[in-house]
C-alpha cells in the first residue's frame, strides 16, 4: 500500500512540469512566429520602399540624359553615364534614333543589402511633338475640284467645299492605301460645308456658321456623308440665332449618321436620325503648328543656308546640280515673290528640308521621287502674299498657279508609284501665311498644312502618319513620345524592353 | 483538492494568455499577408498605369478603371488592356478579354479611384488610388494603402 501512494504521488509532481514545459512550449512557437512576421513585416516594408525609390532614381537619370542633350545641342554621351541621387544610383545610356529621336535607358538601384534592395529600368523615347494629324489643314476655305481624293481628314477654320463626284474617305477605305488612316471627316469650324453633286464625305461633318441660303451643310443630289451632320453655332446656346434661320441642313443626298441643326432639316434626301432645332457646339478654330527653325536641329553637312537675293544664283545652281539627287535641308532667308525657290524637276532621294522664310515655293514642271527609299519632304513657306493669306492671285485657274506661298503645277508625285501601292515619301506643305495650290496630277502621302488651300485636277492626298512628328514644329523641339518601364533583369544594352 | 484548485487558476491563466497571443499572432499573420498582398497589387497597379497609353474616361469610376497599357519585355511594345474592378469586398483584375481575376479582397470600400485633370489639358492626368482592407481576423482594423500616378504617357507628363 505504501509502495502505491508513492508511486502515485511521483507520477502527481511530473504534472506541472509537463503542463508548465508545454505552455512555454507553445508560448515559444507563438512568440516565433511573431518576431518572423515582425521581421518579415520589416523586411518587405524596406523592400518595397527601395522599388518604389528605384523607379524615381531611374528617372533622374533620364532627366540628366535629357538635360545633357539639351546642353549639348542633341549630341549623344559617348557612353553610358553613372550618377547618384541622395536614394540611389543611376546609369544611363542615350541612342540617338533617326529623324531627331532618341532612345533614353536608364536604370536606378536603391538599396545596398541584397535582400533589400532593387533596381529598375526605364526606356523613353524622346521625339518632336504630335503637331499635324489633319490631311487638309486650312486656317480659311478648303475646296477641292475636279477629281481629288483626300484619304483621312479635313480641317477649316471656315468653309469646306466637296467638289461634285470628289471624296474625303478614310483610310479603310479601298481606295486608300494599307495602312492608311483617319476617318474621312470635314470639319468647318467657323463656316459650312458644301458636297456637290454625287460627292462623298466618308466620316462626320461638322459646321460653325450658314451661308446665305441659312445653311449650315448642304448636300446635293447623290452626295453623301457616312457619319453624323451637325449643323452648330458658336455662339453660346445659339443666342446668335434665336429664329432659327439659319444652321439648316439641307439633304438631297444622304446622311447615314445622325443629323442635329440649331435650323431646320430638309432636303428630300435620305436620314438616319433628325434631331432640328437642337442646339449644339461649333468646333473651336484651330492655329496652326508654329515652326521654330534652329540649325542645331539638322545635320551639319547637310544643311545649305542662303541669303536671298544675294544667293539665289547659287541656289538654283546647286538645285540645278543636284536635280536628281536631291536631299539635305535648306534654310532660304530672306527672298519674295521675285525670288521664288523653283523646284521644278527635282527627284527627292532623301528626307529633304526647304525652309523659305519669305521667298515662295514653286514647281510648275513637277517634282518626283529618285528612289524608293523612306523619306521626309518638309516644304515650308512663310511667304506672305500682298494680299493677305488667302490672296486671290493664287488661284488655279488659268495658267500656273499665282501668288502662292506654295504652288504647284503638273505631277507633284514624289512617289515611286500610284497610291494604292503605298509610298515612299511622306510630304509636309506648311505655308502659315499663304495659300497652297495644286494644279493638275498632283498625288501623295503626307499632308497640307496652310492658310488657304486650292485644288485642281487629279489631286490625291494620303494623311500619313510620319508627318506628325517633324523637328522644329510645335511648342517644344522634343517631347516624351513613350515612356516604358522594361524588365529589371535587363541591361541597357538589352534590345527587348 | 487545493492544490487542484490553485492549478485549474493558474492554467486558466496561463491558457488565457495563451489564447490572447494566439489570437494576437493570428492578426498579425493576417495583417501581414494583407500588406503583402496590397504592396503587390498597388505596385502592379502602379507600374502598369504609370505606363498606361490611354485610359477609358467614359467607363472610369471610383471602382471601376479601365486603360491600355504597355506590355513589359518586347522589342517593339505592343499595349494590353487592363480592368481594375471593385464590387462588394473584391477587387478583380482583368487583362484584354480574359476573366476577372481577384486580387484583393475583404475591401473596406469600393471607393478605390480619384482621377485628377492636369491644368490646361483635356484629360485624366493622375490616378490616385487608395486601398484599405479590413483584416478578417481583426475586425475593427483597417489597413490603408494609398498611391497617385502620374500617367508618363499624356501630353502634359511631357517635358
Partial sequence: MTRLLTHRDSREDGFALIATMLAIFIATLIATSMMYLSFHDSTAGARNRSWGQAIHVAESGMHEAIAYLQANNGAVPPSTITGTTADGTYQYKVTALPRNRYQIDSIGSVGNVVSLSAARRIRVTLAPPHSFKYALFSLSDVTTKNNNLVCGDIWANTDVTVFQNDQVVAGTDPQCPSGSIGSGSATAAGGTITLQHNSVVEGDAWSGNFDSSGDGISLAGGARIGGFAKASSATPACADDPGHDGYAIDNGGTIAGPATAWGTIGGGGSFSTQSPMTCTPAAATKTIPTFNYSAANYPGPSLHEYTFPADYAAFNAYIAANQNNLEGTFHIIGGDASTPVNLTGVQIAGDTTIIADSAPIDASGGIGAANNDDKLLVLASFYAPSGGPTDSGCTTNGGNPGDCAIGFKNNFQPASGDLTGGNNTAVLLYAPNGPVAFKNNAQFQGAVYASNIQLKNNMNVVYDTRVDQIVGFGPETLVVDQWLECSSSGSLTTTDC | ?159
Avoid at chain 2, 15 to 28: A, K, T
Avoid at chain 2, 83 to 93: E, I, N, V
Fill in chain 2, 1 to 159: 483538492m487545493i492544490t487542484v484548485a490553485l492549478l485549474a487558476v493558474v492554467l486558466g491563466v496561463v491558457f488565457d494568455s495563451l489564447i490572447q497571443m494566439q489570437s494576437s499572432e493570428s492578426f498579425q499573420q493576417d495583417r501581414s499577408t494583407s500588406l503583402d498582398t496590397m504592396r503587390l497589387t498597388l505596385n502592379q497597379m502602379t507600374r502598369n498605369l504609370r505606363q498606361a497609353a490611354t485610359i477609358n474616361e467614359a467607363t472610369a469610376t471610383s471602382s471601376h478603371l479601365e486603360f491600355t497599357t504597355y506590355k513589359l519585355n518586347e522589342a517593339t511594345p505592343t499595349t494590353e488592356d487592363v480592368t481594375y474592378d471593385a464590387t462588394g469586398t473584391t477587387l478583380t483584375r482583368k487583362v484584354d478579354s480574359g476573366s476577372a481575376v481577384p486580387v484583393v479582397t475583404n475591401l473596406q470600400s469600393t471607393n478605390l479611384f480619384t482621377y485628377t485633370p492636369a491644368p490646361n489639358t483635356t484629360g485624366v492626368q493622375w490616378v490616385a488610388i487608395n486601398l484599405a482592407i479590413v483584416p478578417k481576423n481583426a475586425p475593427s482594423t483597417v489597413l490603408v494603402l494609398d498611391g497617385q500616378v502620374n500617367l508618363r504617357n499624356r501630353t502634359a507628363a511631357q517635358l
